[in-house]
């Protein structure tokens, strides 16, 4: 019986703290912006090979500063992002050839990443909505 007891408080503490943690995320969500939510995703996704710079890294990965492609058609940057860019490809001059892979992103974490790198890395340009990205996918398809 003790034993029943003490199995019947542990769920109990468990199911309370996952509950506590849903509740966090949820108001992460909610309180943060589009260019918070797209640092955190893009330090998960896209720093390993674009830097924390956004300067990629020479004939590998290219760089995300004051490019046609980053300041470019957001149909072109969801499209890499969601489908991935097998072939190498040239920006400035330059030539890039390390494969992309698709990313597994919701609509909102498209948008949200792009937001982040269209106005970071000295770049300035228009938001990414998650109803755009919808849009671009469905096209895409």
């Given amino acids: 019986m003790k034993y029943l007891l003490l199995l019947f408080a542990v769920s109990i503490a468990a199911l309370s703290f996952s509950s506590f943690s849903e509740k966090k995320v949820v108001s992460f969500q909610q309180k943060s912006t589009p260019m918070t939510r797209g640092k955190v995703i893009y330090t998960q996704y896209c720093l390993p090979c674009h830097q924390a710079d956004g300067g990629g890294v020479l004939h590998l990965n290219p760089p995300l500063i004051k490019t046609s492609y980053v300041l470019g058609s957001k149909v072109t ?40 790198v269209r106005n970071s890395f000295g770049n300035k340009a228009s938001a990414v909505s998650a109803a755009e990205v919808k849009a671009i996918r469905a096209k895409l398809k």
């Avoid at 940057?77 to 990313?103: F, R």
């Avoid at 909102?108 to 982040?116: E, P």
Wanted: no cysteine.
């Fill in 77 to 116: 940057l969801v499209e890499i992002l969601t489908k991935g860019l097998n072939k190498g490809v040239e920006i400035d001059g330059d030539s890039y050839t390390n494969p992309m892979p698709a990313q597994n992103l919701t609509d909102q974490q498209v948008a949200d990443v792009l937001t982040f």
